[in-house]
């Protein structure tokens, strides 16, 4: 049985022990706890929590794969069954269709190996299959899923797999995981045409997550690498033919105030991050990266932040994706999109630095007044550089606001506030 503490009722701390004796007549109890010591009272008692509220629980205390299994379904039992789970190394575990993980924040020796997909995969051609009769795993969920489009009875036109939960809990990864086991099913399949034509469309969703990592991850408060954006895969898939025929990724919720502010102990995308690492000497004087990136406002105060991520893995993963041809073939990306990559993220970097100054308004000395202007900076004239424009264009920009319809041509100035804020 569990029971709130009595000594620490406000915290709803649960202790977990066996009941020895009740007397539903007086709600008299005596409770031996686990660790040895016993505890007798009454229910009128100050200090002792009603008996009717106590949570009882099958004798043994052995985990369920399936909390529905649970004698007495409640918060304590199954806190107690995902907690013996987790101790013995098993972070999966069911609840009905639900699939319930726990981040043991380390890899599991052969938990996503070979060995494992085919343990799983072999229970696809089932026609009796139930989830539930086999080992709780991100695989069995994916499983099922595929199982449901292709071999069911009455099969799925549409299903959906949805991950939740709170920062740091693995969702990323377990998608990752998830899909790389929907590849797998169809990856072994020498009827169906050339691998090139099977695995073009999967690989790229699994390539590209680190492209979608390095540009929408970043380091929180609570987790080194935390998405700051959410993402939505649709895969199509052929039952009859058994082959996956294409996908597209929608990406939404992007945070992108935390490029120009982050929280404290918080960086910005790893990314930036990444380029201060990698880029050679070449790349920083074609793009006009600076030496030390330091020096870039958006990224000062976040440079010393001490992250586990690995930055320089982040920007290998990301050029080996954008690599030409391998790029190309996977993705349809071109050399001048690569090329193109860099130059956006340089001047994104390089609007963070430029800054604006009142000057008098010579243009009406009837009515004599200031003006805000771009301030003459080497890192304005890169950024002028890299958008091949002139620093007036930029001025018409950032320094002032249309008033009424854009089409009416009426203008207002800004002080240097308004243009800090508008950049």
């Known amino acids: 049985m569990t029971i709130i503490d009595p000594k620490n009722k406000n915290d709803f701390r649960y202790l977990s022990g066996e009941l020895v004796k009740k007397t539903l007549a007086k709600e008299f109890f ?34 369920v794969e399936d909390l529905l299994l649970l004698k007495h379904v409640n918060e304590p039992e ?43 995969k072999q229970h696809l051609k089932n026609s009796f299959f139930i989830m539930q009769k086999i080992p709780p795993h991100v695989y069995s ?11 069911d ?23 990752l995981y998830c899909l790389d086991f929907i590849v797998f099913c ?10 090139e034509s099977r695995v073009r469309s999967p690989h790229q969703i699994i390539n590209g997550h680190g492209v979608l990592a390095a540009f929408g991850n970043a380091k929180t408060m609570h987790n080194d690498n935390s998405s700051r ?12 033919a058994q082959t996956i025929k294409g996908y597209e990724t929608k990406t939404y919720m992007l945070e992108k105030g935390r490029l120009c502010n982050s929280g404290p102990d918080e960086r910005k995308f790893h990314f930036f991050y990444a380029l201060d690492k990698a880029l050679t000497a070449e790349q920083r004087q074609k793009y006009r990266f600076k030496q030390n990136f330091a020096q870039y406002e958006y990224l000062a105060e976040t440079m010393a932040v001490p992250c586990t991520n690995d930055d320089l893995r982040c920007f290998e993963e990301v050029m080996r994706v954008f690599k030409v041809p391998v790029a190309h073939q996977l993705f349809g990306v071109t050399e001048a999109e690569t090329d193109a990559l860099l130059t956006i993220l340089s001047i994104i970097l390089l609007f963070g630095n430029i800054s604006f100054v009142q000057q008098a308004d010579k243009s009406t000395p009837r009515s004599p007044g200031s003006v805000p202007k771009l301030q003459d900076s080497p890192d304005l004239s890169d950024l002028c550089e890299l958008l091949g424009t002139q620093k007036v264009e930029l001025e018409l920009e950032f ?3 249309a008033i009424g319809k854009l089409s009416e041509g009426s203008f207002r100035d800004l002080n240097t506030a308004d243009c800090a804020i508008r950049k």
């Open 153 to 175: 009875d009455t099969p799925a036109s549409k299903l959906s797999i949805c991950m939740s939960g709170e920062s740091g809990s693995g969702k990323t990864e377990a998608s």
């Open 399 to 401: 320094c002032r606001r």
């Open 30 to 63: 005596q409770v031996k706890f686990d660790d040895g010591s016993k505890f007798v009272g009454e229910s009128d008692e100050t200090n002792v929590f009603p008996v009717s509220q106590i949570s009882l629980r099958s004798d043994k205390r052995l985990p």
């Open 186 to 195: 169809y990856n072994e399949k020498p009827d169906l045409g050339s691998i």
């Open 78 to 120: 199954i806190n107690s069954s995902l907690q013996l789970r987790y101790e013995s190394d098993d972070v999966y575990t069911y609840c009905g269709n639900t699939l319930v993980s726990i981040n043991p924040y380390c890899l599991f020796e052969g938990e996503y190996s070979l060995k494992k997909k085919l343990e799983y």
């Open 229 to 240: 954006f959410s993402k939505y895969i649709n895969l199509f898939i052929d039952g009859d």
């Open 141 to 151: 969920m994916a499983l099922s899923s595929v199982h449901e489009i292709i071999y």
